[in-house]
């Protein structure tokens, strides 16, 4: 499986960005997709994650409301509609693919099973 991630990049605070992330190697429609995303000098953090279906979403509490998570199976792409952005939002952001075919939408890392290479996004205040 390869994950492309897409769309990083320089906004200020208050702005907005959308990533993308293509897939390729499975059968795109049959995996839960998730965004996590690793700040300078912190742990990798969850982000958000969308069932196969698309007909549930998990976001973490720091980003609700602001960030949405979509995908279209057809073009085997998830996205992240990041608004109202912050300079704590700051990170690398890494797409993943979930290990388990038909099944809910992780939170764990340990519920992927392949990562994209990561974008860069940058919140200036």
């Known amino acids: 499986v390869q994950l492309q991630a897409s769309g990083g990049g320089l906004v200020q605070a208050g702005g907005y960005l959308r990533l993308s992330c293509a897939a390729s190697?499975?059968?795109?429609?049959?995996?839960?997709m998730g965004w996590f995303r690793q700040a300078p000098g912190k742990e990798r953090e969850f982000v958000a994650s969308?069932?196969?279906?698309?007909?549930?979403?998990n976001y973490a509490d720091s980003v609700k409301g602001r960030f949405t998570i979509s995908r279209d199976n057809a073009k085997n792409t998830v996205y992240l509609q990041m608004n109202s952005l912050k300079p704590e939002d700051t990170a690398v952001y890494y797409c993943?693919?979930?290990?388990?075919?038909?099944?809910?939408?992780?939170?764990?890392?340990?519920?992927?099973?392949?990562w994209g290479q990561g974008t860069l996004v940058t919140v200036s205040s």
């Open positions: 993943a693919a979930g290990l388990t075919r038909l099944g809910t939408t992780p939170r764990e890392e340990g519920g992927y099973g392949y």
């Open positions: 190697g499975r059968t795109f429609s049959n995996y839960a």
């Open positions: 969308i069932r196969w279906s698309g007909s549930s979403t």
